[in-house]
């Protein structure tokens, strides 16, 4: 995949995340300047587990986010659509199943909580991906989103913008297994939607009250959102009026 987009190849992007799998987590925290590591604390955090909650960990890749989870007691389960990643993670002592964002394998309202690490970009369609979170999750359950996002001061913006095309695929040569997704990544950041965009489109993808909270001036942001406790109330359809019944 030379070029990213929106409207992406599952199997094409399934294949590439295969390819990085090697090296995926030392790649991430050298790229982000060790940042990975306090995105992954913030996100549990947010999330507010309890002992006992069952947690979906979506886009897991090598569970690294799955067990920062579950250093809260609750009962976590990686969920990934690339074998190679969650292979990659084999020695992580958690759950693992290998499951497509868009027609996940879990029952309607299974999980407390649910979460998703810079994964959301790489679902074909995020609105889809959205409501099948929103129908694991039991109502009243929570969702928090991290992903990268648009720094909120402009001159570091810039700065940064700059980093994700030139400098980032040339860090990723030297120590990623597969450098070229890389680019790929780096242009899926630059075409994500700003942190209002997004939260409007997980309010509108069965979830409500979404906020956020930025992280490193913007390039990350957690937002956070819940499921309804309650299905909205159906008018009832209105009979057809009838005459009373007469006697002769």
Known sequence: MSRASLEKNPNDVARM??????????????LSFGQDRMWRKRTRRRLDLAPGDKVLDLAA?????????SESGAWCVACDFSPGMLAAGKD??????????????????????????????????????LREMARVT?????LTVCEFSTPVVPVFRTVYME????????????????????VYLAESI???????????????????????????????????????????????????????????
């Not at 980093?163 to 890389?182: D, F, G, Q, T």
């Open 190 to 248: 630059r075409e994500w939607p700003d942190q209002e965009a997004l939260a409007s489109l997980i309010n509108r993808s069965g979830w409500e009250g979404c906020g956020w909270q930025n992280l490193t001036f913007g390039i990350t942001a957690l937002h956070s959102a819940t499921k309804p406790a309650t299905k909205p109330a159906t008018k009832p359809a209105t009979k057809p009026a009838t005459k009373p019944a007469t006697t002769e």
């Open 138 to 142: 039991k109502p009243g359950g929570r």
């Open 17 to 30: 995340f295969d390819a990085v799998g090697k090296n995926y987590d030392l790649t991430n925290t050298v």
């Open 61 to 69: 890749g090598t569970a690294v986010s799955t067990v920062e989870l």
């Open 92 to 129: 992580r002592d958690v759950p693992k199943v290998c499951g497509d964002g868009m027609n996940l394998p879990f029952p309607d309202d299974t999980f407390d909580a649910v979460t998703i690490s810079f994964g959301l970009r790489n679902i074909v369609d995020p609105a889809v991906g």
């Open 163 to 182: 980093y994700l095309m030139r400098a980032l695929p040339a860090v990723a040569k030297a120590v990623s297994s597969n450098a070229e997704a890389y």
